[in-house]
T-cell receptor, first 112, second 112 residues
Framework: KQEVTQIPAALSVPEGENLVLNCSFTDSAIYNLQWFRQDPGKGLTSLLLIQSSQREQTSGRLNASLDKSSGRSTLYIAASQPGDSATYLCADAMEYGNKLVFGAGTILRVKS | DAGITQSPRHKVTETGTPVTLRCHQTENHRYMYWYRQDPGHGLRLIHYSYGVKDTDKGEVSDGYSVSRSKTEDFLLTLESATSSQTSVYFC???????????FGPGTRLTVL
């Protein structure tokens, strides 16, 4: 059974800092991995999706990488801003399954 | 943002009453999903649909039923609500079975 872990559970950084959020998974037979952002009381917003054949994806200040062999994905946020404060979730779709397996999330706070 | 709405957005009901939550999409995506989000459990799949009148169970389907009579609507029914079904419910859509998922704003359900 796939297990997805996100470390750290919470992170507080000063504005302007570059930061990395980690996502690890136990079964490397993933089809793709998706990063989401969730603001308090809101739904999930899709940030980036990486196919298993890709190494990374970029969108603005966000860069997500994927290493299937080591069971890891990272989300890099450059020049963090207070508006980046939210919970970040990773989820993977398995090659053989029909659902997303979610991590518990990392709560990010960017202080101004 | 993907055109996904959920109704109602908030509901308080009593144990033993039936409850129906609605998800409506304007994207004409084939796949639709119902998740619940609970502290300590993250997001878990309840049911999903792969077409009109085609549905299947997720990992926490007991006590829930679904129906999809039109491409744009996916209904989640709690036949007899219990306090353990107090949660935030999210609908999601995707074009393909392992495609990028887009989430609705959520419904907060409280069962007293």
């Amino acid at each position: 059974k796939q297990e997805v872990t996100q470390i750290p559970a919470a992170l507080s950084v000063p504005e302007g800092e570059n930061l990395v959020l980690n996502c690890s998974f136990t079964d490397s037979a993933i089809y793709n991995l998706q990063w989401f952002r969730q603001d308090p009381g809101k739904g999930l917003t899709s940030l980036l999706l990486i196919q298993s054949s890709q190494r990374e994806q970029t969108s603005g200040r966000l860069n997500a990488s994927l290493d299937k062999s080591s069971g890891r994905s990272t989300l890099y946020i450059a020049a963090s801003q207070p508006g980046d404060s939210a919970t970040y979730l990773c989820a993977d779709a398995m090659e053989y399954g029909n659902k997303l397996v979610f991590g518990a999330g990392t709560i990010l706070r960017v202080k101004s | 943002d993907a055109g996904i709405t959920q109704s109602p957005r908030h509901k308080v009901t009593e144990t033993g009453t039936p409850v129906t939550l609605r998800c409506h999409q304007t994207e004409n995506h084939r796949y639709m999903y119902w998740y619940r989000q609970d502290p300590g459990h993250g997001l878990r799949l309840i049911h999903y649909s792969y077409g009109v009148k085609d549905t299947d169970k997720g990992e926490v389907s007991d006590g829930y039923s679904v129906s999809r009579s039109k491409t744009e609507d996916f209904l989640l029914t709690l036949e007899s609500a219990t306090s353990s079904q107090t949660s935030v419910y999210f609908c999601a859509i995707s074009e393909s079975i392992r495609g990028e998922q887009f989430f609705g704003p959520g419904t907060r359900l409280t069962v007293l």
